[in-house]
C-alpha cells in the first residue's frame, strides 16, 4: 500500500522513510517510531494499518545517520548484537530533526500525531516533550523510563505497556503515573513488544487490539 520515500531534516540530512496515503481526504498525519529493527515488514505494516484507518502515515529510519539503510526482520539473539553496536552511536538530539523531518512531511494531511513501539515509544515520549509540530502522541512500551520521567509533556499523551515486561518492571511505570498523574498510561496484561505480530513468542492480540484502539480514538479526538 505505502512507498519508499525519502526526508530531508533541517541539518540536510537524507533519511530513508515509509509513507501510505489513505483513499479520500485524510483526517490527518501520523508519524510511526519503528523498533530497533528499522523499517523492517512489521513497521511497514503499521504504517498501512493508519493509511486504512484514514490518516497519512510516515515512518522515518531512525539509525539511517548510523548505518544507512539499516533494517532487518532477524528477531534473534544474534541481530541483538548489531543492535547494541547500534545504539552505542545513537545520537538522541539528530533523532528529534529525523522525526521533525517526518512531522514536517506528515503536516499535508493537517494536524499530526506519533507514536512508536518500544524505542519509539521512547522517542515519541521525547518528541511529546519537545513539540516538534505535534498535537499528540501515543507511545508503547518505551524503555529508560527514568531517563525522561522529568520531562514534562507539551502536548496531549498517553502511553501503553505490559505488566509482564521483565525490561520495563512495574515499579518504573507507577513511578511514571505518579510523576504525570495528568498522562494516561495504560497498562495490560502483556509482555514486551505485545502489538508486534511478526514476534508469536510477544505477540497478545487481545492486548494489542485494545491499545491500538485507544491510540486511534485518541488520534481522532486530537487529530480530526
Same mark, same amino acid.
Given at each position: 500500500m505505502g512507498d519508499r520515500t525519502t526526508l530531508t531534516a533541517s541539518d540536510g540530512f537524507t533519511l530513508n522513510a515509509y509513507r501510505a496515503v489513505p483513499e479520500g481526504t485524510p483526517r490527518g498525519g501520523v508519524v510511526v517510531i519503528q523498533e530497533v529493527w528499522g523499517l523492517n515488514h512489521w513497521v511497514r505494516s503499521v504504517v498501512d494499518r #493508519?493509511?486504512?484507518?484514514?490518516? %497519512? &502515515?510516515? &515512518?522515518?529510519?531512525?539509525?539511517? +545517520?548510523?548505518? #544507512?539503510?539499516?533494517? $532487518?526482520?532477524?528477531?534473534g539473539?544474534?541481530?541483538f548484537v548489531v543492535i547494541g553496536e547500534l545504539m552505542k552511536k545513537f545520537d538522541p538530539a539528530a533523532a %528529534?530533526?529525523?522525526?521533525?523531518? &517526518?512531522?514536517?512531511?506528515? $503536516?499535508?494531511?493537517?494536524?499530526?500525531?506519533?507514536?512508536?513501539?518500544?524505542?519509539? =515509544?521512547?522517542? /515519541?515520549w +521525547?518528541?511529546?516533550?519537545? =513539540? %516538534?509540530?505535534?498535537?499528540?502522541?501515543?507511545?508503547?512500551y518505551g524503555g529508560g523510563i527514568?531517563?525522561?520521567?522529568?520531562?514534562?509533556?507539551?502536548?496531549? %499523551?498517553?502511553?501503553h505497556y505490559g505488566d509482564q515486561d521483565s525490561g520495563i518492571p512495574l515499579e518504573q511505570i507507577e513511578a511514571l503515573k505518579a510523576r504525570h498523574p495528568d498522562v494516561p498510561i495504560h497498562v495490560y496484561a502483556a509482555g514486551h513488544g505485545f502489538?508486534? /505480530?511478526? +514476534?508469536?513468542?510477544n505477540f497478545n492480540i487481545e492486548a494489542c487490539t485494545k491499545a491500538s484502539a485507544r491510540t486511534l480514538d485518541f488520534f481522532r479526538k486530537h487529530l480530526g
Open positions: #493508519f493509511a486504512e484507518h484514514g490518516f %497519512l &502515515a510516515v &515512518a522515518p529510519a531512525m539509525f539511517d +545517520r548510523i548505518e #544507512f539503510g539499516y533494517e $532487518s526482520d532477524n528477531y539473539p544474534e541481530q %528529534l530533526l529525523d522525526v521533525e523531518a &517526518a512531522v514536517k512531511a506528515a $503536516s499535508e494531511a493537517g494536524k499530526v500525531g506519533i507514536t512508536g513501539y518500544c524505542f519509539g =515509544g521512547t522517542t /515519541s +521525547r518528541a511529546a516533550h519537545a =513539540g %516538534l509540530g505535534l498535537s499528540a502522541a501515543s507511545g508503547y527514568p531517563n525522561y520521567i522529568e520531562l514534562d509533556p507539551t502536548i496531549p %499523551l498517553e502511553m502489538c508486534n /505480530s511478526d +514476534r508469536p513468542a
